[in-house]
């Protein structure tokens, strides 16, 4: 079973999403906070971390069969996993912008220089993923090390 795309599940997603709020001019802010997200990258820096994250755990876990991680269930967890997050950061900016800070972002972002640098994070996000996961791996060593031996 083939993960979902955030991009294309985006419209569901956020057709689902109780209470986003309507705002004066008819449209609702959800338009804007589809198009925020698309032109920062957010949807698909959720997907590549969480597939960041999954490669993680394949790692981790190397006696799973393949069929282990091909199983609907797993590819389902991974899915509703980028989906809560997503669903979290349209809540967030739901309820933390009005519709004409959106706008105002949306514009912004649509500008080259913006698109300029937004290329640039997106390429050095890879690295950057991937240093915090080793972080985590180093931080979770030196824990369970901590919770093994004990502090008296």
Do not use: H
């Not at 449209?27 to 589809?34: E, F, G, H, P, Q």
């Not at 698309?38 to 069929?67: C, F, H, K, N």
């Not at 991680?69 to 900016?93: C, H, M, Q």
């Amino acid at each position: 079973m083939k993960p979902i795309s955030l991009r294309l599940a985006l419209p569901l997603v956020l057709l689902l999403l109780p209470g986003l709020s309507a705002c004066d001019e008819g449209n609702y802010k959800r338009d804007m906070i589809l198009e925020y997200l698309d032109y920062v990258g957010i949807i698909q820096s959720i997907d590549r971390t969480t597939e960041s994250m999954r490669l993680e755990y394949v790692a981790a876990y190397p006696s799973l069969p393949t069929a282990f991680w091909d199983d609907p269930r797993v590819v389902a967890l991974f899915d509703n996993y980028k989906i809560g997050v997503l669903r979290s950061y349209t809540e967030a900016l739901d309820d933390g912008l009005t519709y004409q800070e959106l706008e105002f972002l949306v514009d912004f972002y649509s500008t080259e220089d913006a698109r300029r640098a937004i290329a640039l994070w997106q390429r050095i996000e890879p690295t950057m993923v991937a240093t915090s996961l080793e972080a985590g791996r180093e931080f979770s060593a030196e824990w369970t090390s901590l919770v093994e031996e004990g502090v008296d």
